[in-house]
C-alpha cells in the first residue's frame, strides 16, 4: 500500500467553559493513494477536530500525523503552511466563497501564496480547475449569481486547482438540495476517476453518501473503527 496519510495514536483536546474535552483519543487511520474514504459519527462526536488534524490545521496534542512521508511535527508553522497548501484540497460545507471576486479569482485565491508559479500558470490551473467542474463559462460570476451548487463546485474548483493529493470534504453536500447534492458528489467521484492517485476523505453524518465510498469509519469515543464495506451497508 501506497500510503498518503496516517494518524497513529493521536490525542486531542480543549477546555470549553472550564471542562476538558478530548473528541480524539488515541485515533488511528491509514490512508492510500487513490482511496476514497468517509469518515461518519454524530454531531460533537469530534469530526470536526479530527478533520483538523487530518488537514494539518490543528497539531495534535500526542500522537503522529504524517503526510506524504513527513511527519508534520517536524515543520514549524509556517512550513506547514506552505505544505499543506501544495498536498490538501479543502471543500467545506459553507463554501467560503468570497463575494467581491470572480468565480476565477476565488478558485486562484489559493494560489496567491505559491512562490513557484508564475502569473499565468496560477491562471492556467485556476481556469482548468473550472473547467473540470463544467463552470468555464461562468468564470466572471460573482457568487451571488451562482446557485449554490454552482458555488459549491467552485469550491471544489478552487480546491483542484492546488492541484492536491489529498482532497478533504467536510459535509460537502449539507448546504444543498438531494438532488444538487447528488450531482456535487459525481463530480467529486469523476474527478478521482480520472485522477486515480487523488485521496479522497469525506467527513459526514450522511451515512446514505459515507456509503458511497470505498472504505468506511466510525468516530466514537475518540476513535476510529472500521465499518462494513459499501455492499454490507453502514450500521
Known sequence: MSEVLALDKVEKGFSVGGHRVEPLRGASITVARGDYVSIVGPSGSGKSTLL???GCLERPDRGVVRVEGTETSSLSDEALS???GR???FVFQRFHLVDRMSALRNVAMPLDYRDDLTLREKTERS??????VGLDSHAEHR???LSGGQQQRVAIARALAVRP???LLDEPTGNLDPETGASVMRIIETLQGQEPDLAVILV???MDLAARATFSYR???GQLRRVPPVGEGIR
Open 143 to 145: 457568487p451571488r449569481q
Open 204 to 206: 459526514t453524518h450522511d
Open 87 to 89: 498536498v490538501l484540497g
Open 52 to 54: 483538523h488534524v487530518l
Open 219 to 221: 468516530l466514537e469515543q
Open 127 to 132: 481556469q482548468h480547475a473550472l473547467s473540470q
Open 82 to 84: 506552505t505544505f499543506r
Open 165 to 167: 493529493r489529498i482532497l
